[in-house]
């Protein structure tokens, strides 16, 4: 790491109480908050990525080739339970922002 000398105490106390405040919200996060970061949107952020991880997962078992798909659970089952979660989701997401503003 680069050293720099720093003659005036004052900035130099004021730099290692921000690497201490920074190192102690780093801990105080812990990995999620890494991910997620903090704040009013943490929700927001969290309930985003589910709804594109589910989004994700119907797209790759639809485009899946129907011989390695299961004959049990096709492609209407898969969007008739995908379709009400993603509009309960995105619901959410709008409600949310709305009460924001």
Excluded: C
Aim: hydrophobic content about 40%.
């Amino acid at each position: 790491m680069n050293k720099i000398e720093i003659q005036d105490p004052k900035v130099t106390s004021k730099i290692i109480a921000a690497n201490a405040e920074n190192e102690k919200r780093k801990a105080e996060l812990g990995f999620l908050g890494r991910f997620f970061g903090s704040g009013d949107n943490v929700r927001l952020y969290i309930v985003g990525t589910i709804a594109l991880g589910i989004l994700l997962i119907a797209l790759v078992y639809t485009l899946t080739p129907e011989k390695y798909r299961s004959t049990d659970f096709g492609l209407k089952e898969m969007w008739s339970l995908v379709l009400p979660v993603e509009t309960t989701i995105i619901g959410y997401l709008i409600g949310s922002q709305s009460k924001n503003t």
